[in-house]
């Protein structure tokens, strides 16, 4: 693997964690409480809500420990491997056989996190409106929307990016050593 793939594995990984992972907490934690405070303000019970924030949590709970896993078994990795890389030595010891062990756990969450959201999408009819709500559901469903982008494009760019990146310089390291 040339240097700048080496070197653009340290910025995938500050990426994700810096950039993705922070933005997802701010947005999980904006949404939960205003769902939350949706629910609750209602003088007469909406099911739809109570919904959509059931299964709001069930993501966010797992995005926590998902991002958990990923910042302190993932990317550590991944930057041990390009610190290998540079310096000429063997891949560092680990818990697991292979990188691609946490990675093909961490999609197998990223399928389940994005069955949720798209569980929430179809709740929220596509996040169309009712005829007769208000503006403050109005900003819930544009958050919600945002919420599926944002996580749609972190999980692109771990899959089809980052991962599969840090598995072949982990084969090459395996190859020399």
């Known amino acids: 693997m040339n240097q700048d793939h080496i070197d ?5 990984c500050d990426d994700v964690e810096m950039r993705h992972n922070v933005h997802i907490r701010q947005s ?3 949404i939960e409480q205003k769902l ?3 629910v609750r303000q209602r003088e007469v019970k909406n099911p739809l809500l109570e ?13 926590s420990m998902h991002i958990q896993k990923e910042e302190m078994v993932i990317l550590p990795y991944v930057r041990k ?4 890389s540079r310096s000429g030595s063997k ?3 680990a818990n ?5 062990i946490p990675m093909n756990f961490a999609d197998e969450e990223h399928r389940e996190m994005l069955e949720g959201v798209l569980e929430i999408r179809t709740l929220t009819e596509n ?7 208000n503006v403050e559901l109005s900003e819930l469903f544009g958050m919600l929307e945002e919420f599926e982008r944002t996580l749609k494009r972190s999980i692109q760019i771990e899959s089809e990016v980052l991962f599969p990146k840090a598995i072949n310089l982990e084969t090459e390291l395996n190859d020399i050593y």
């Open 28 to 30: 999980v934690s904006t």
């Open 91 to 93: 891949p560092p010891r």
């Open 96 to 100: 697991f056989p292979t990188i691609s």
């Open 81 to 84: 491997l390009v610190q290998c």
């Open 8 to 12: 653009g594995l340290i910025s995938l």
């Open 51 to 63: 919904q959509i924030l059931r299964r709001f949590q069930s993501v966010a709970d797992g995005l």
């Open 36 to 38: 939350t405070e949706m």
């Open 127 to 133: 996040y169309r409106l009712p005829n007769n709500e």
